[in-house]
T-cell receptor, first 115, second 113 residues
Framework: DADVTQTPRNRITKTGKRIMLECSQT?????MYWYRQDPGLGLRLIYY???????NKGEISDGYSVSRQAQAKFSLSLESAIPNQTALYFC??????????????FGPGTRLTVL | GNSVTQMEGPVTLSEEAFLTINCTYT??????LFWYVQYPGEGLQLLLK?????DKGSNKGFEATYRKETTSFHLEKGSVQVSDSAVYFC????????????FGGGTRVLVKP
């Protein structure tokens, strides 16, 4: 089983709809991240959380919100989707302690299309 | 702020050719440097990393050396295979930034038999 899972894997929605993307992990990591990937722009950080009570904005948080329901779950919401939020979304995790705190582990991604 | 610049693709090669993907960075302090690979339809996975100047990261025949004097971390492989076709991302992580990753734009590599 994958260590970092994302649901749904693909989603098509309409402008103005609310949508939630979910991420779960079994790695036991404290830190979780949401990124979006656009062609030629690499990955850009939307939100990150270093533990259940810690939520921080990334470089492109406008139009998004997150919820850290438990150590293992981190959800990303689009309150009112717009077409320029069409992208590939990735969740990632990293460890808080140990020799590899700088290494992130990624889920398989959610392809979101907003019509 | 931190930034990463890598060569644009796509890069098209024949099998057994030599691959180089250039990556340069701007950062404060002493970041860790990474190459991530994304195979078709999959998420990113760590390919290699280096945490201090002159370190060489290596994995699966790929290598990259942390060059502080030129702020570079170029990825190389001596003989590519069709299975190396993927998108490659250079990234950095700085302790001052809470170990958040900053990515380059990605380079698509296509290896033809």
């Amino acid at each position: 089983d994958a260590d970092v899972t994302q649901t749904p894997r693909n989603r098509i929605t309409k402008t103005g709809k609310r949508i939630m993307l979910e991420c779960s992990q079994t790695k036991g990591h404290d830190r979780m991240y949401w990124y979006r990937q656009d062609p030629g722009l690499g990955l850009r950080l939307i939100y990150y959380s270093f533990d259940v009570k810690d939520i921080n904005k990334g470089e492109i948080s406008d139009g998004y919100s997150v919820s850290r329901q438990a150590q293992a779950k981190f959800s990303l919401s689009l309150e009112s989707a717009i077409p320029n939020q069409t992208a590939l979304y990735f969740c990632a995790t990293s460890d808080r302690a140990g020799p590899s705190t700088d290494t992130q582990y990624f889920g398989p991604g959610t392809r979101l299309t907003v019509l | 702020g931190n930034s990463v610049t890598q060569m644009e693709g796509p890069v098209t090669l024949s099998e057994e050719a030599f691959l180089t993907i250039n990556c340069t960075y701007t950062a404060t302090g002493y970041p860790s440097l990474f190459w991530y690979v994304q195979y078709p339809g999959e998420g990113l996975q760590l390919l290699l990393k280096a945490t201090k100047a002159d370190d060489k990261g290596s994995n699966k025949g790929f290598e990259a050396t942390y060059r502080k004097e030129t702020t570079s971390f170029h990825l190389e492989k001596g003989s590519v295979q069709v299975s190396d076709s993927a998108v490659y991302f250079c990234a950095l992580s700085g302790k001052a930034a809470g170990n958040k990753l900053t990515f380059g734009g990605g380079t698509r590599v296509l290896v033809k038999p």
